[in-house]
T-cell receptor, first 119, second 112 residues
Framework: AQTVTQSQPEMSVQEAETVTLSCTYDTSESDYYLFWYKQPPSRQMILVIRQEAYKQQNATENRFSVNFQKAAKSFSLKISDSQLGDAAMYFCAYRRHMNYGGSQGNLIFGKGTKLSVKP | NAGVTQTPKFRILKIGQSMTLQCTQDMNHNYMYWYRQDPGMGLKLIYYSVGAGITDKGEVPNGYNVSRSTTEDFPLRLELAAPSQTSVYFC???????????FGPGTRLTVT
């Protein structure tokens, strides 16, 4: 079974600085998807960024980028120019590729990292 | 489009009571999911459905039931509520072959 580990329960960053959140995962499959979700106090789950395992190029979405190391099974999130609105819980998630038998596309989540942004 | 909607937003149940959490999506997605989020934890899959009339268990199905009579609706039924079911419940949907899931706003349930 696949597992996702986030080893940093809490992180703090100064406004306008850069912070990196760590995520490792365990799988025997070669094709899959990885995601970072943001959960602000409102509880809404917001997709921040996604990465397809077959793509070597790291995904980027404005101030958010990932460092995807497939061999190391590592998927870290870098937030540049941190803003007060970035304060939230961040979850790393894994999704099996739909081609695998028995895969119905559900997400497997880590426990999350709580990010605080200091003004 | 309203996306994925859930009702109620909050609910307090007494031990042994039953209730249904409602989930509706207006995006014509085949795949729908129910997750629960316990304090300090990520989301865990309770049940999922790949289309009307087809449902299956996820990682933590005990104490819950689901049905899927239409593409739009995927209600989650709690029978004989227990304190261990105190959690935040999320419904999500996804089109087939697509990697992104769309989440509802969640229902905070307390069982006392």
């Amino acid at each position: 079974a696949q597992t996702v580990t986030q080893s940093q329960p809490e992180m703090s960053v100064q406004e306008a600085e850069t912070v990196t959140l760590s995520c490792t995962y365990d799988t025997s499959e070669s094709d899959y998807y990885l995601f970072w979700y943001k959960q602000p106090p409102s509880r809404q789950m917001i997709l921040v960024i996604r990465q397809e395992a077959y793509k070597q190029q790291n995904a980027t979405e404005n101030r958010f980028s990932v460092n995807f190391q497939k061999a190391a099974k590592s998927f870290s999130l870098k937030i540049s120019d941190s803003q007060l609105g970035d304060a939230a819980m961040y979850f790393c998630a894994y999704r099996r590729h739909m081609n695998y038998g028995g895969s119905q596309g559900n997400l497997i989540f880590g426990k999350g990292t709580k990010l605080s942004v200091k003004p | 489009n309203a996306g994925v909607t859930q009702t109620p937003k909050f609910r307090i149940l007494k031990i042994g009571q039953s209730m249904t959490l409602q989930c509706t999506q207006d995006m014509n997605h085949n795949y729908m999911y129910w997750y629960r989020q316990d304090p300090g934890m990520g989301l865990k899959l309770i049940y999922y459905s790949v289309g009307a009339g087809i449902t299956d268990k996820g990682e933590v199905p005990n104490g819950y039931n689901v049905s899927r009579s239409t593409t739009e609706d995927f209600p989650l039924r709690l029978e004989l509520a227990a304190p261990s079911q105190t959690s935040v419940y999320f419904c999500a949907s996804s089109p087939p072959g697509h990697y992104e899931q769309y989440f509802g706003p969640g229902t905070r349930l307390t069982v006392t």
